[in-house]
C-alpha cells in the first residue's frame, strides 16, 4: 500500500504549502516562499514534527523513522523496496521493519551491548544493513558504517579508533577482509554473519545474524534518549591523521526530517531513491533516516550504477523523488539522451545532487533528459545534513549549491592572524565556507579526538574546510577544498591514509598522493612514490604497487595512478608539497615556493 498522509503533514507549519485538495499536497512545493519562511523558521518548530518518545522520554531516531509509523495508519505501508542484484524485490513495511528492528535491538541486549557501545557494519546494500541501522539507533548504541569497497586496512583502522565491539557483516566480507586483521582488533567482541543459511556458522568467533533474529522476541521498548544521546558515528578524512570519527545525536533526527522536506521537497505519497551507500553520510542521513521519518517509501538498489537498470528502476517503482550524484550524473550524460527518452519517466517529480560540484552542463542536461533539472545541494560529514540547496519552489541557478536553510547561517570568512575571522560580506569575494554552529545535526565531536574538533571553530563559526563564494543574491558558490583531501567517485579520501599503506612497500621510500583530475570521477587518486637505494622505476613494479595499494586499501581508496619520482618536493621542515607535485601535474603556476627545500 502506498501514499497514505503520515500525521505530520495535518499540522500547520509555514514550511507546508496551502492545501486544498489531496492532488495539492502531492505536487505543490514545500519552502514556497523562502524569505518569510526562513525569517520565521526556528528548530523548536520543526521538533514539533517529530512525537518524541511516549511519556516524554526524549527524543530517539528509530522511534521517529519506524515506530511513530508502524504503530499508525503507515503501518502496512511500504517503508522499504529492496531490489537485489538478480531481479528479487523484497517489500518491508513499517511493521515489518518495527518487528525486525525490535529483534535486532533484543539481539544486542542478550549480547550485553550498553548504550553508548559501538556498532559497526560492513555491508552492500542489502536489507540487514538497514535492520542493524535502526535496531542500534532503538539500542541506543551507536551506529557506524562502513564502506564495503574498502580494503582491509581502511577496515582496521576505523574499527580500532571507534573501539568496534560488535560487527555486523556477510561471510563473504569476512573471509575476505576481516578474518585476517580480527587478532588486530580486541575491542571487537562480536561478529554476526549475515549469510544465506540461519544456522550457525562455520567460522570460528562469529554467529549467524538471522539466526539470532529468529531467536529474540520482536518486542522491545526504546529506553529514555536524550536529544544530545549519541546516535551515529562516521568516519570522513583530513589532509593529515588517521581518519576522524564524527560523532552525532539522536536530536540530529530534527535536521534529518526538516531538510528532506525542505531541501528535497519530500511529500507523503513520494517514493524516494537515494542512491548513495549507506557506508557513507548520504546514504544514512537521506538514504535511511529522512525518508522514512517522512513515512516515505524508499527504494534500495544493491546494484553498481548501470543507465538502464537505473532508468528502469525510475519507472518501474515509480520514483517521485530522486536524490544522486554528479559522477552517476556524468556517466549518464556519457550514454546520452536517447536511452532515457525510452522509459516513461512522468512521475519523476524532484531531482537532487550531492556530494561534489554540479556542473552546470548537468543541470541543463537533466532538463533535456528527464524534463526537469538536477537540483544542487551542499553539505559534509560533519554536518550531518544539507546546508545549502537549490529548492523546488525557485529556479535552479546552475553551478551554484543554492541558498542556505532556513535556520542556517552560512558565510564567506577569512582567518585572520590572532586566531579568529573576517567575514567577507562583498559578493563574489572567495575565502573559507563557514556556518554558525547550533544546527541540531551538527556534529558534536571527533570520536576522541578533541583537538582537532576544536581546530574546526574560530570566531564563532564551523570552518567547513570548503573554498567557496557568495553572490549578490545569497547563492552559494563551490570553489575547492582548502586542503588536500581528495573527492573521488563523491567519495572523501585522506591522502595520509593512502600515503601510510604506500610506504609499507619494500621498494618505496617516501610517498604523495594527490587527487588528478577525471572527466568522470572528478578527481583519481595518484601517487608519486621515490624509491629506496637498490629498486629502480620499472612497468613491473608500478603494477606490483598498484596491487599491493589495492589489496590493502580495497578498489575505493587504492591509487589508480602511480608516478615514480627520485625525491618528492618538500619544505624546509621536511613536508612533503602534495600542493606542489599537484601544480605540476596540472600544469599551472607552481605559487609560492619559498619554502621548498634547496
Ligand atoms: P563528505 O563529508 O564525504 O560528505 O564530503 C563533503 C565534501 O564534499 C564537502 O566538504 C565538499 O568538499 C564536497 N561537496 C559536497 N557537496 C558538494 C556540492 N554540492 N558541491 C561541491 N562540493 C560538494
New binding site residues.
Given amino acids: 500500500m502506498l501514499g497514505v498522509c503520515p500525521r505530520s503533514v495535518n499540522r500547520t507549519m509555514p514550511w507546508n504549502p496551502i492545501i486544498k485538495s489531496r492532488r495539492d499536497w502531492e505536487t505543490i512545493p514545500n519552502l514556497h516562499d523562502y524569505e518569510s519562511v526562513r525569517k520565521d523558521f526556528s528548530w523548536e518548530q520543526a521538533r514539533a514534527e517529530l512525537d518524541g518518545l511516549p511519556d516524554g522520554q526524549g527524543l530517539n531516531i528509530a522511534h521517529e523513522a519506524v515506530v511513530r509509523h508502524a504503530t499508525g495508519p503507515l503501518g502496512q505501508q511500504t517503508a522499504i523496496r529492496w531490489l537485489g542484484k538478480s531481479g528479487q524485490v523484497e517489500d518491508y513495511s513499517y511493521a515489518r521493519l518495527d518487528d525486525l528492528t525490535n529483534r535486532f535491538a533484543t539481539t544486542l541486549q542478550g549480547l550485553g551491548v550498553v548504550k553508548g557501545d559501538r556498532v559497526f557494519v560492513l555491508a552492500g546494500r542489502i536489507p540487514e544493513l538497514y535492520i542493524t541501522a535502526l535496531g542500534t539507533l532503538k539500542h541506543r548504541a551507536l551506529f557506524c558504517p562502513l564502506f564495503s569497497a574498502f580494503g582491509p586496512e581502511p577496515i582496521r583502522a576505523r574499527l580500532t579508533i571507534g573501539q568496534a565491539k560488535v560487527l555486523v557483516t556477510t561471510e563473504s566480507l569476512y573471509q575476505r577482509k576481516v578474518a585476517g586483521i580480527r587478532e588486530t582488533l580486541p575491542h571487537l567482541e562480536h561478529v554476526l554473519l549475515i549469510g544465506e543459511e540461519r544456522r550457525p556458522t562455520a567460522i570460528p568467533g562469529t554467529q549467524n545474524f538471522h539466526q539470532l533474529l529468529e531467536q529474540h522476541p520482536g518486542i522491545y521498548r526504546i529506553g529514555p534518549t536524550d536529544p544530545e544521546d549519541a546516535a551515529l558515528l562516521h568516519f570522513?578524512s583530513g589532509t593529515t591523521g588517521t581518519p576522524k570519527g564524527a560523532l552525532h545525536v539522536h536530536g540530529a533526527v530534527v535536521a534529518h526530517h526538516i531538510t528532506g522536506k525542505l531541501a528535497l521537497d519530500f511529500h507523503p505519497a513520494d517514493i524516494f531513491w537515494c542512491t548513495a551507500d549507506p557506508g557513507?553520510?548520504?546514504g544514512t542521513s537521506y538514504g535511511i533516516i529522512a525518508p522514512l521519518t517522512n513515512g516515505l517509501t524508499c527504494i534500495v538498489d544493491e546494484a553498481d550504477f548501470d543507465a538502464e537498470r537505473w532508468y528502469g528502476i525510475l519507472q518501474d517503482h515509480r520514483v517521485s523523488v530522486w536524490y544522486t550524484a554528479p559522477t552517476a550524473i556524468r556517466m549518464m550524460m556519457k550514454v546520452g539522451v536517447d536511452l532515457v527518452r525510452k522509459y516513461d519517466l512522468r512521475q519523476l517529480r524532484f531531482l537532487a545532487s550531492?556530494?561534489?560540484?554540479?556542473n552546470p552542463e548537468a543541470v541543463v542536461w537533466g532538463e533535456k533528459a528527464f524534463g526537469r533539472p538536477f537540483h544542487?545541494?551542499?553539505?559534509?560529514?560533519?554536518t550531518g545534513g544539507i546546508m545549502i540547496a537549490n529548492y523546488a519552489a525557485m529556479d535552479v541557478r546552475p553551478g551554484s549549491?543554492g541558498r542556505p536553510l532556513p535556520g542556517i547561517e552560512a558565510g564567506i570568512v577569512k582567518k585572520t592572524e590572532s586566531g579568529g575571522v573576517e567575514v567577507l560580506n562583498e559578493p563574489d569575494v572567495q575565502g573559507e565556507l563557514a556556518l554558525r554552529p547550533g544546527w541540531p545535526s551538527m556534529f558534536r565531536g571527533y570520536w576522541n579526538e578533541p583537538e582537532r574538533y576544536k581546530q574546526c571553530f574560530a570566531g564563532g563559526w564551523y570552518l567547513?574546510?570548503?573554498v567557496a563564494k557568495k553572490d549578490a543574491d545569497g547563492y552559494f558558490w563551490?570553489v575547492g577544498?582548502a586542503d588536500d583531501v581528495i573527492?573521488t567517485s563523491g567519495?572523501?579520501i585522506g591522502p595520509f591514509e593512502v600515503e601510510s599503506v604506500l610506504i609499507e612497500h619494500k621498494a618505496v621510500a617516501e610517498a604523495a598522493v594527490i587527487g588528478k583530475p577525471d572527466p568522470v570521477a572528478m578527481e583519481i587518486v595518484k601517487a608519486f612514490v621515490s624509491l629506496k637505494d637498490g629498486h629502480e622505476p620499472s612497468d613491473a613494479l608500478r603494477r606490483e604497487l598498484l596491487g599491493f595499494a589495492r589489496a590493502r586499501l580495497g578498489a575505493a581508496v587504492a591509487p589508480k595512478e602511480i608516478a615514480f619520482l627520485p625525491t618528492l618536493p618538500k619544505t624546509r621542515s621536511g613536508k612533503i608539497m602534495r600542493r606542489l607535485l599537484k601544480a605540476r601535474e596540472l600544469g599551472l603556476p607552481e605559487g609560492d615556493t619559498s619554502t621548498l627545500e634547496g
Wanted: net charge negative; aromatic share 16%; proline share 4%.
Fill in positions: 570522513t557513507w553520510v548520504t550531492v556530494g561534489e560540484p554540479l544542487d545541494n551542499w553539505w559534509q560529514t560533519e549549491m567547513t574546510g570548503d563551490f577544498r573527492k567519495h572523501l
